[in-house]
């Protein structure tokens, strides 16, 4: 079992910017692929970002050029900062954990473990 736990969230004003951070325990996270989704109000979780173990990343159209992915498999964490962010950035923000697979997927089923998720609102 991985368990993970997101923390960063937070308001900010257009333009800034934030970082968030997934601290898995149970498991090392160095051979999992970890993505990044996110849910607004009324709306499906969409798919955000992901990085394979190796550090293959992938993002979403509406976030290229101002989100990264990064990991820290020694700290067992991977990160999201987030740039220039936008009101529509706003949204709980969910980190998720899959096992041993090479290319980092971009749909939610394809993720085994998920955290409880942090609110991000981005203010005009």
């Known amino acids: 079992q991985v368990q993970l736990v997101e923390s960063g969230g937070g308001l900010v004003q257009a333009g800034g910017s934030l970082r968030l951070s997934c601290a898995a325990s149970?498991?090392?996270?160095?051979?999992?692929?970890m993505g990044w989704f996110r849910q607004a109000p009324g709306k499906e979780r969409e798919f955000v970002a992901a990085?394979?173990?190796?550090?293959?990343?992938r993002y979403a159209d509406s976030v290229k050029g101002r989100f990264t992915n990064s990991r820290n498999n020694a700290k067992n964490t991977v990160y999201l900062q987030m740039n220039s962010l936008k009101p529509e950035d706003t949204a709980v923000y969910y980190c998720?954990?899959?096992?041993?697979?090479?290319?980092?997927?971009?749909?939610?089923?394809?993720?085994?473990?998920w955290g409880q998720g942090t609110q991000v609102t981005v203010s005009s």
């Open positions: 149970g498991r090392t996270l160095s051979s999992y692929a």
């Open positions: 990085i394979s173990w190796l550090g293959t990343t």
């Open positions: 998720a954990a899959r096992a041993s697979v090479a290319s980092p997927p971009t749909t939610e089923i394809e993720y085994d473990y």
